[in-house]
């Protein structure tokens, strides 16, 4: 199995948080859940571990990537995104624990798991901590975004966030335009394939066009709503927003300008809102995943932190 420790760290508790003190420095963490998730089953430990059931990192980097990516959307917590390299090879015991088989020191999560001292310093300011009822919910979104989306753009817009929080602000905005063009050409293709061009030949006719044109096409015409009600069609004031990070874009490529840290937000703005409207597109409903992750949040917190009697 090939696992990794989400980043920040959290714990999967369905009990109140005095019971967690008192549970964590007594035990190892134990295997919570087994679900399924993009064809493999995903082993899921009480301190935020979890481990796929293949040998084949890619394949597995890109499960865990839609995990964390649902999480992030869902939980309002951001998860470092994983890479190929950073898995570790992981046994379950017979007692629940998980025995760790290699070691690598590739990322903050990697360095965490290995080292306890740290972790215990890390997690003294509290804990964060989800319901198991929650979680299923994050995996039920992940197996949709695995469906409706291309694995990149899973694994780009958590390293956009994760490369902002980090002070890397011209990779952050390099990165985050991705989106926005994927986002932009996918939309012109929309047009063009309800004017009866067939979408082959709307594909070919877009990727042949540069991004301004684009862009100028899509401002001089109407917003399309995808399964109405739709909260998230380009409007003209979105697209020119998109038209002016193309330009900091261009000085960023070209001339060698840095991206500035307001610079890296708004493009982080620019690309979440990209990836919502390409989720709408594959038919992908956010807004009922959000609906129904709710009420199980509430009922997570008063269970964790129940009145004084």
Request: net charge negative.
């Given at each position: 199995?090939?696992?990794?420790?989400?980043?920040?760290?959290?714990?999967?508790?369905?009990?109140?948080?005095?019971?967690?003190?008192?549970?964590?420095?007594?035990?190892?963490?134990?295997?919570?859940?087994?679900?399924?998730?993009?064809?493999?089953?995903?082993?899921?430990?009480?301190?935020?571990?979890?481990?796929?059931?293949?040998?084949?990192?890619?394949?597995?980097?890109?499960?865990?990537?839609?995990?964390?990516?649902?999480?992030?959307?869902?939980?309002?917590?951001?998860?470092?995104?994983?890479?190929?390299?950073?898995?570790?090879?992981?046994?379950?015991?017979?007692?629940?624990?998980?025995?760790?088989?290699?070691?690598?020191?590739?990322?903050?999560?990697?360095?965490?798991?290995?080292?306890?001292?740290?972790?215990?310093?890390?997690?003294?300011?509290?804990?964060?901590?989800?319901?198991?009822?929650?979680?299923?919910?994050?995996?039920?979104?992940?197996?949709?975004?695995?469906?409706?989306?291309?694995?990149?753009?899973?694994?780009?817009?958590?390293?956009?966030?994760?490369?902002?929080?980090?002070?890397?602000?011209?990779?952050?905005?390099?990165?985050?335009?991705?989106?926005?063009?994927?986002?932009?050409?996918?939309?012109?293709?929309?047009?063009?394939?309800?004017?009866?061009?067939?979408?082959?030949?709307?594909?070919?006719?877009?990727?042949?066009?540069?991004?301004?044109?684009?862009?100028?096409?899509?401002?001089?015409?109407?917003?399309?709503?995808?399964?109405?009600?739709?909260?998230?069609?380009?409007?003209?004031?979105?697209?020119?927003?998109?038209?002016?990070?193309?330009?900091?874009r261009n000085a960023i490529v070209h001339n060698g300008a840095p991206a500035t840290e307001a610079d890296a937000k708004r493009m982080k703005e620019a690309s979440t809102r990209a990836m919502w409207r390409l989720m709408r597109r594959r038919a992908l409903n956010y807004r009922a995943f959000l609906s129904k992750i709710g009420p199980l949040q509430e009922a997570s917190k008063r269970r964790l932190d129940p009145p004084l009697t």
């Open positions: 199995m090939l696992g990794v420790l989400a980043y920040p760290t959290f714990w999967i508790w369905d009990r109140t948080r005095k019971e967690l003190l008192e549970v964590r420095f007594q035990r190892n963490p134990l295997q919570c859940m087994n679900v399924a998730l993009g064809g493999s089953n995903v082993h899921i430990f009480e301190d935020g571990y979890f481990a796929v059931d293949s040998s084949d990192r890619l394949s597995a980097s890109r499960n865990l990537n839609a995990l964390f990516l649902s999480f992030s959307l869902l939980e309002g917590k951001t998860l470092e995104p994983v890479t190929e390299r950073a898995l570790e090879v992981v046994e379950v015991s017979a007692n629940g624990t998980r025995i760790p088989r290699t070691w690598t020191l590739i990322q903050m999560a990697n360095v965490i798991n290995m080292y306890e001292e740290s972790r215990k310093e890390l997690e003294s300011s509290g804990y964060f901590t989800v319901g198991s009822s929650e979680l299923l919910v994050v995996l039920e979104f992940a197996e949709a975004l695995l469906g409706t989306t291309k694995p990149g753009s899973v694994y780009r817009l958590l390293e956009v966030s994760n490369m902002l929080s980090s002070g890397q602000w011209t990779g952050s905005f390099l990165l985050g335009w991705i989106t926005v063009e994927e986002a932009i050409d996918s939309e012109l293709v929309i047009l063009y394939s309800q004017q009866g061009m067939s979408p082959t030949k709307a594909e070919a006719a877009v990727s042949r066009l540069k991004e301004w044109e684009v862009l100028s096409e899509l401002k001089a015409r109407s917003p399309i709503s995808l399964s109405p009600p739709d909260p998230t069609p380009f409007d003209l004031p979105l697209l020119e927003e998109f038209d002016k990070l193309r330009v900091l």
